[in-house]
């Protein structure tokens, strides 16, 4: 009996019903499972990747997926535009370190540091994993320098227990092209936690943003 191969490749990018026929989706910095979803998360910087319309795509892929070629059928995947859901203010200045799963219905996707052309953007995205990829009202953005009055500039990573969001603070922002530093933020000692049941007497009753 002949051995399926190990290992399989999609390209994302090669998806043609996507917004700009796919072009936005790549250049992924983390991948994250919810349930029956698989989630890629969006981080790179926009003068490395040639445009600020670069890496801003979340690309989801479905595993119970019924197509006959499963994972390498564009029938699994569905995507968003972050820019059509987010403030406009925020389109291209978040760049995604990684995402948190609260292991019940909400995906947070944190921020990293900023693009090469702008100051980081201390924030992070949850989306409503019940509620359709692409729907507006899905899309929440969280602004925790506005809520912490703190000068943290990015995060370099997350975690969930149910409950709290715990972040962890990132580095000087840097340009990674010419690898000196162009900006007074500096990296911060401070880590946040975000109570994501704030505002409600369950997960399912939280309203941030």
């Given amino acids: 009996m002949a051995r399926a191969h190990a290992i399989r490749a999609f390209d994302t990018s090669s998806i043609s019903w996507m917004v700009d026929g796919g072009s936005t989706a790549r250049g992924f910095s983390d ?63 978040i760049n995604f370190a990684t995402a948190v799963y609260d292991g019940a219905r909400y995906l947070y996707l944190i921020s990293g540091i900023g693009d090469d052309m702008k100051p980081p953007v ?50 000087a922002w840097s340009v990674l092209l010419s690898g000196s530093p162009t900006s007074s933020v500096e990296g911060s000692g401070r880590v946040l936690r975000y109570d994501t049941w704030a505002g409600g007497a369950s997960p399912g009753d939280t309203a941030p943003g």
């Avoid at 003068?47 to 070629?69: I, K, M, P």
């Avoid at 899309?139 to 000068?151: E, F, G, K, N």
């Fill in 31 to 93: 991948v994250v499972v919810a349930g029956r979803w698989v989630y890629y998360i969006p981080g790179c910087y926009s003068g490395y990747a040639g445009g600020a319309d670069l890496c801003r795509t979340v690309v989801r892929y479905d595993t119970l997926c019924a197509s006959a070629e499963g994972w390498v059928s564009a029938d699994c995947y569905d995507a968003v535009d972050l820019a059509d859901v987010l403030p406009f203010s925020f389109k291209n200045r």
């Fill in 122 to 171: 201390a924030a992070f995205v949850r989306y409503d994993t019940s509620v359709p990829l692409r729907s507006g009202t899905s899309w929440r953005l969280v602004d925790a320098q506005q809520r912490t009055a703190d000068s943290a500039g990015s995060f370099t990573g997350g975690a969930s227990d149910g409950r709290y969001i715990y972040l962890a603070p990132g580095p």
